[in-house]
């Protein structure tokens, strides 16, 4: 399966959404200046993020379904 260049592409879609998670909790956790400023924007490229990597796991299983 990782020999799929569209796994690749999906595996790298939801480790992106992870990080900007992550990245946007941790604003939130600490909060401050970075959150005040930040905070909206990176829940916003989150949900970006998240809908781009469904989209992608969602044409990998269609392109990949088993027809037989």
């Known amino acids: 399966m990782f020999e799929d260049p569209l796994f690749i592409v999906v595996l790298l879609a939801v480790l992106a959404v ?3 998670l992550m990245i946007g909790l941790g604003g939130f956790a600490g909060g401050g200046a970075f ?5 909206n ?3 916003r490229y989150r949900i970006i993020a998240q ?3 469904v989209l992608l796991i969602v044409g990998f ?3 990949r379904k ?3």
Do not use: E, F, R
């Not at 959150?35 to 905070?39: I, V």
């Open 66 to 68: 088993d027809t037989g």
């Open 41 to 43: 924007k990176m829940m």
């Open 18 to 20: 992870m990080v900007v």
């Open 35 to 39: 959150n005040k400023k930040n905070g």
């Open 61 to 63: 299983v269609y392109l």
């Open 51 to 53: 809908a781009i990597a």
